[in-house]
């Protein structure tokens, strides 16, 4: 309420959790339809939609806007419909991942908006499932695996079961920190009106390319340092934890890890240049919609792969490059993926080398 209402006045912006937040609960408790999560992906996304053409209808870059936060509650929200859902049906019919995230019992509303109003990734995520939150409030999230030997656990504070992490949460920080002084840096010398502009095209063609790749880095670098530290945020509370790593016995504290800043500018291939962007978002859109839309018993194919792209797109607003860059990235995904495919036929599979 205080970062909402006290610090950026977004009463407006208030009413939207409300209303997104309320709906799905209704849709999700009261409907008992197999069509249920559908019907809650389209009221949550319609109730954006309009907020996305409001806020291009204002086209003001100063102002602060509710609806960065609201594409993360959606996120959340319309995996929440489909893990009630999943929660319904027989654990036979469920796959691995449904079993591990379907909700059995409906949460309490205390619960619920303690799920929905999640101060650390509030405004730009990261999204996680309500299993997540539930195991992490109820601190199951911090048992220790059976056969661990208890002098080996992850040091914590006093009777606290959450293993400390100011160190990890501060090195998330200072290196969110210094993206966003490097984006403050270096845009006053890469900007996009230059780009459109007489001058840009006085410089030879490798100039061009040069600064052209450049203003592309620049651009990543404020959502490197936004999305480090929110997961600095995430780690600091508790909920970034993944259990223990076998190798070295520490914590590992990768659980919402949403960017992957040295694996997207050494991508060899677009496929894992995609993979290491906005992984939570990915992670969206494969669990619940790229599989959801593919008939059981079938393997996914080219429309799944376009129905999740262009949902993509619908999710990000509705200025046209959304749609040239997601369904070109359909294509360029499947390419990608088939000259893969290929690489194991030929020589085996890919992780055990050629």
């Known amino acids: 309420m205080f970062y909402l209402v006290g610090l950026f006045d977004l009463w407006a912006g208030l009413r939207t959790f409300i209303i997104s937040a309320g709906g799905a609960y209704l849709i999700s408790s009261q409907i008992k339809s197999p069509f249920m999560p559908w019907i809650g992906f389209v009221f949550l996304m319609g109730h954006m939609s309009l907020n996305h053409i409001i806020r291009q209808s204002v086209n003001d870059p100063n102002s602060v806007d509710i609806s960065g936060a609201q594409m993360v509650l959606v996120m959340k929200l319309t995996a929440f419909c489909w893990n009630v859902q999943d929660g319904r049906l027989p654990e036979a019919e469920l796959s691995d991942f449904q079993k591990e995230h379907a909700i059995r019992t409906m949460p309490s509303l205390l619960d619920y908006a303690g799920y929905v109003f999640f101060f650390p990734a509030l405004m ?38 959450i293993p400390r992490s100011g160190t990890p ?34 410089h030879n063609v490798f100039r061009r390319i040069w600064q052209l790749y450049m203003l592309g880095l620049v651009t990543r670098m404020k959502y490197y340092g936004v999305w480090s530290l929110s997961e600095g945020a995430c780690i600091l509370c508790g909920i970034g934890y993944n259990g223990i790593d076998p190798a070295t016995g520490r914590a590992k504290w990768d659980r919402l890890t949403n960017i992957k800043p040295w694996e997207i500018e050494t991508a060899q291939n677009a496929r894992a240049y995609l993979g290491f962007w906005n992984i939570n978002t990915n992670n969206w859109l494969k669990n619940y919609m790229y599989l959801r839309v593919t008939p059981k018993g079938k393997k996914p194919g080219f429309r799944a792969t376009l129905a999740t792209f262009v949902t993509s797109a619908f999710w990000h607003g509705f200025y046209p490059g959304y749609y040239m860059t997601f369904i070109l990235a359909a294509f360029v995904q499947t390419v990608a993926k088939s000259k893969l495919e290929a690489a194991n036929l030929t020589f085996g599979n890919a992780d055990d080398g050629p």
Do not use: E, N
């Open 124 to 161: 730009a995520g990261p999204a996680f499932d309500y299993c997540d939150y539930s195991d992490y409030i109820t601190t199951t999230m911090f048992t220790l695996p059976p056969g661990t030997d208890p002098s080996k656990a992850p040091a914590t504070r006093k009777k606290r079961k």
């Open 169 to 202: 949460a501060a090195m998330k920080g200072v290196l969110g920190t210094l993206w966003i002084v490097a984006f403050l840096k270096f845009s006053a010398y890469y900007y996009p009106s230059f780009y459109l502009g007489p001058d840009y095209m006085k």
